[in-house]
């Protein structure tokens, strides 16, 4: 469905869909991709400043040092997002701004599930460290213990 939309979206704006789509969400994927390890970087910096102690190398110069080429990485994309898509269209040199949108999104979404739903929202980055349920392996009253699973 969203396939459809994105291709519908592409043709109402006079776009290829081969040339243009293919180029245009390659790069955007590479965006976030950069835009990502810029934050990563950031939250080395605010794990630093929450312990208070490190190593000075580690865990402040270089992620600043990382922070700033990434961060000049997501300008020059942006600002030269048609360059490098290879399109002069002013649709997919506007495309970068749906990263923020995106986000704002996904906050306001976690904002709200952390209200109405919190123990949800506790779960989110623990979920997959939970220890996974043992099997019930006691005999039933037949004697063969696969006989509940089935």
Not at 121 to 128: F, S
């Amino acid at each position: 469905m969203l396939t459809a939309l994105v291709l519908a979206g592409f043709a109402v704006a006079g776009l290829d869909p081969y040339a243009d789509l293919t180029t245009s969400m390659l790069g955007l994927g590479t965006l976030g991709i950069v835009t990502l390890q810029a934050l990563a970087a950031l939250s080395v910096l605010g794990l630093r400043l929450r312990a208070g102690h490190g190593h000075w190398w580690k865990e402040t110069l270089a992620p600043l040092l990382g922070f700033a080429g990434l961060a000049t990485s997501v300008w020059l994309v942006v600002g030269n997002f048609d360059m490098l898509t290879g399109s002069p269209s002013k649709v997919i040199a506007a495309l970068p701004w749906l990263l923020p949108l995106v986000a704002l999104g996904g906050l306001l979404y976690a904002a709200r599930l952390r209200s109405a739903h919190p123990l949800r929202y506790r779960q989110l980055g623990t979920r997959h460290t939970a220890a996974p349920a043992t099997p019930d392996l006691s005999p039933t009253p037949s004697g063969d213990r696969h006989a509940r699973s089935q």
